[in-house]
């Protein structure tokens, strides 16, 4: 059973630092694709950022790239999104989600965090 467990959001000032880390257990990720979404009212969820679990080869939506760096830790099979420069559009709830390397979809999810920035 593959469980996602997030920490580390809150409240932050625009122009301030976040690090949400996921724990992941249950299976060895060696062959998943880790993600970051997130959701902000009345908006559609969006991946953010995610990263090849096996050689670390990542992605980034354009209105992160520069600011968030996603990377993991395999000694303790955790991801994390590292987010500088935070503006209060980056509100939002963030969820760590996972998937094999061969699927599209995204079937194991956490319970998300919330961020919020303020202006």
């Known amino acids: 059973q593959v469980q996602l467990v997030e920490s580390g959001g809150g409240s932050v000032q625009a122009g301030g630092s976040l690090r949400l880390s996921c724990a992941a257990s249950?299976?060895?990720?060696?062959?998943?694709?880790m993600g970051w979404f997130r959701q902000a009212p009345g908006k559609e969820r969006e991946l953010v950022a995610n990263?090849?679990?096996?050689?670390?080869?990542?992605y980034y939506a354009d209105s992160v790239k520069g600011r968030f760096t996603i990377s993991r830790d395999n000694a303790k099979n955790t991801v994390y999104l590292q987010m500088n420069s935070l503006k209060p559009d980056d509100t939002a709830v963030y969820y760590c989600?996972?998937?094999?390397?061969?699927?599209?979809?995204?079937?194991?999810w956490g319970q998300g965090t919330q961020v919020i920035v303020s202006s």
């Open positions: 249950g299976r060895t990720f060696s062959s998943y694709v």
């Open positions: 989600a996972a998937r094999r390397l061969v699927a599209r979809e995204y079937p194991y």
């Open positions: 990263i090849r679990w096996s050689e670390g080869s990542t």
